[in-house]
């Protein structure tokens, strides 16, 4: 299973980005995903995740009321909208899956994951 994040880039604080995920090679339909992210000298941290009917997710306190995820199962694909920018929200985007339908938040819950996409903010 391969996953492909795209769609950072470099936006000016209170700028929107929107990234997504697109899973190849062996299916993995309805299973939870995430989003992780990791600042430079900082460690990977959660972002958000999506159950796999897409019907639960659960947001870091840092990004609740500014990004919101979304999931199409029928194209396997997670997206992540992401307004009202900060610069703290520099980072690596990382999308991940799990071999389950039930969401986590903890990193080596995780089985699968992207190479990640470059999100720069700034003030």
């Known amino acids: 299973v391969q996953l492909q994040a795209s769609g950072g880039g470099l936006v000016q604080a209170g700028g929107s980005l929107r990234l997504s995920c697109v899973s190849s090679g062996s299916t993995i339909i309805n299973v939870a995903k995430g989003w992780f992210r990791q600042a430079p000298g900082k460690e990977r941290e959660f972002v958000v995740a999506?159950?796999?009917?897409?019907?639960?997710?659960y947001y870091a306190d840092s990004v609740k009321g500014r990004f919101t995820i979304s999931r199409d199962n029928a194209r396997d694909t997670v997206d992540l909208q992401m307004n009202n920018l900060e610069p703290e929200d520099t980072a690596v985007y990382y999308c991940?899956?799990?071999?389950?339908?039930?969401?986590?938040?903890?990193?080596?819950?995780?089985?699968?994951w992207g190479r990640g996409t470059q999100v720069t903010v700034s003030s």
């Open positions: 999506i159950a796999g009917n897409g019907k639960t997710t």
């Open positions: 991940a899956a799990r071999n389950s339908p039930e969401l986590r938040w903890i990193e080596v819950q995780y089985d699968h």
